[in-house]
């Protein structure tokens, strides 16, 4: 991924809550030289660290349909990628105090890593609990995966469960970290004013990351 150093996300914390708050990410293998994708929702399971080297960076829990043969490229054991895409919004000049061009304000996580397959009843019925379980919980009456026996084969015999091991991921968290304080002060102003959800989300994430660049004394 394209990842200028000056909005580089190295938090694992915050990738990690990234992940979390947008999860429908994007699943991307390659077979014969054609990329295949397919849109999944993911659960991210953390290791001992999110970013560096060697094991314990954590995994990836999802499932596709059986009929889609995106799911065979995983015998292949080569890696696959799953991008996120957080909030993103258009950033107008006239909300700098400097000279400026237009641009767009992002957060996107590219995760890399290596398929295993949930193939046993008792393990793909308890990634799908807790699929539900998590998205359910905000409900104020959370539906519960409860159905009869037949049903639940059925649906299960439909479903490819998988692992993904993750080996790497980047990150990048761009909110004008290369303008001035006060610059970036206009653009968190403006887009507070807008009642646009992203707007306000792309604000709330850079408010959260000036004042964590200044506690950790590296503002500019």
């Not at 915050?14 to 849109?39: K, N, W």
């Not at 905000?138 to 026996?149: E, G, H, K, L, Q």
């Given at each position: 991924?394209?990842?200028?150093?000056?909005?580089?996300?190295?938090?694992?914390?915050?990738?990690?809550?990234?992940?979390?708050?947008?999860?429908?990410?994007?699943?991307?293998?390659?077979?014969?030289?054609?990329?295949?994708?397919?849109?999944?929702?993911?659960m991210l399971h953390l290791g001992k660290t999110v970013q560096g080297q060697g094991q314990g960076k954590g995994k990836l829990i999802g499932h596709i349909a059986r009929a889609n043969p995106q799911w065979q490229h995983f015998a292949h054991g080569e890696e696959v990628l799953v991008v996120f895409q957080g909030p993103h919004t258009y950033i107008s000049p006239s909300w700098?105090?400097?000279?400026?061009?237009?641009?767009?304000?992002?957060?996107?996580?590219?995760?890399?890593?290596?398929?295993?397959?949930?193939?046993?009843?008792?393990?793909?019925?308890?990634?799908?609990?807790?699929?539900?379980?998590?998205?359910?919980?905000?409900?104020?009456?959370?539906?519960?995966?409860?159905?009869?026996?037949?049903?639940?084969?059925?649906?299960?015999?439909?479903?490819?469960?998988?692992?993904?091991?993750i080996t790497d991921i980047q990150a990048t968290f761009k909110f004008n970290q290369n303008r001035s304080e006060q610059d970036r002060a206009g653009v968190i102003a403006a887009l507070s004013l807008s009642p646009d959800a992203d707007d306000q989300a792309v604000a709330c994430l850079m408010r959260e990351q000036m004042t964590s660049r200044k506690k950790a004394g590296t503002n500019e």
């Open positions: 991924m394209y990842c200028p150093p000056a909005f580089v996300e190295n938090d694992h914390d915050t990738i990690a809550e990234m992940i979390r708050s947008y999860p429908f990410g994007v699943l991307i293998t390659c077979d014969q030289g054609r990329s295949e994708v397919t849109h999944l929702p993911f700098y105090t400097n000279f400026g061009v237009p641009t767009w304000n992002y957060a996107a996580v590219h995760v890399w890593g290596t398929v295993r397959l949930i193939e046993d009843e008792a393990s793909l019925n308890a990634m799908l609990i807790e699929l539900t379980e998590t998205h359910e919980a905000a409900r104020p009456t959370p539906w519960v995966f409860d159905i009869d026996p037949e049903r639940r084969a059925h649906l299960m015999a439909m479903l490819v469960g998988f692992e993904i091991d």
